[in-house]
T-cell receptor, first 116, second 107 residues
Framework: GAGVSQSPSNKVTEKGKDVELRCDPI?????LYWYRQSLGQGLEFLIY????????KSGLPSDRFSAERTGGSVSTLTIQRTQQEDSAVYLC??????????????FGQGTRLTVV | GEDVEQSLFLSVREGDSSVINCTYT??????LYWYKQEPGAGLQLLTY?????DMKQDQRLTVLLNKKDKHLSLRIADTQTGDSAIYFC???????FGQGTELSVKP
């Protein structure tokens, strides 16, 4: 596709349920990032995939959060046993590495997660 | 670890210059970035600067980098109401973002 695609665009879930958020990066982009943006807050780094290297998981807030990237393309962010504080917009971005202008990341429109 | 700090709000009058400031901690960052987020829209790259540069100009935008103080700024000349948005600075390969500065431009 032309840009980064995230699905679903909106998700309402009950506290305690598991959710999966999907990101389809731009074809050929080797780097993929997940962020969380809470209401009125900045972008909180969650996890970063770069090619075949081990992902940088240093931003995951708890062991309820996990992410995988299959075949170097699609990524899924999973939140287990959701809590109300998990409510936020989850943003995915992808980029090439060391392109002519450095790493320009292209963002999806995000998944708005509401835990009730 | 990496950390990026920005002031949260800036209000200017149309036609004035806006200066948005950012401090960062990772001295090894090769590139530093400014992204813009408009209401209801995704983030888009505005401009970037390579770490061996002190200044970069791109039309109405001027980026200044002080590596010694780890300070980055974005100047918008002749600010317009359409520039109202949240501006984020970001550093590094894994793109650590600041909290964002909400720019409000009054006519």
């Amino acid at each position: 596709g032309a840009g980064v695609s995230q699905s679903p665009s909106n998700k309402v879930t009950e506290k305690g349920k598991d959710v999966e958020l999907r990101c389809d990066p731009i074809s050929g982009h080797t780097a993929l990032y997940w962020y969380r943006q809470s209401l009125g807050q900045g972008l909180e780094f969650l996890i970063y995939f770069q090619g075949n290297s081990a992902p940088d998981k240093s931003g995951l807030p708890s062991d309820r959060f996990s992410a995988e990237r299959t075949g170097g393309s699609v990524s899924t962010l999973t939140i287990q046993r959701t809590q109300q504080e998990d409510s936020a917009v989850y943003l995915c971005a992808s980029s090439t590495i060391w392109g002519a202008r450095g790493t320009e990341a292209f963002f999806g429109q995000g998944t708005r997660l509401t835990v009730v | 670890g990496e950390d990026v700090e920005q002031s949260l709000f800036l209000s200017v009058r149309e036609g004035d210059s806006s200066v948005i400031n950012c401090t960062y901690t990772d001295s090894s960052s090769t590139y530093l970035y400014w992204y813009k987020q408009e209401p209801g829209a995704g983030l888009q790259l505005l401009t970037y600067i390579f770490s061996n540069m002190d200044m970069k100009q791109d039309q109405r935008l001027t980026v200044l980098l002080n590596k010694k103080d780890k300070h980055l700024s974005l100047r918008i000349a002749d600010t317009q109401t359409g520039d109202s948005a949240i501006y984020f600075c970001a550093e590094g390969g894994k793109l650590i973002f600041g909290q964002g500065t909400e720019l409000s431009v009054k006519p």
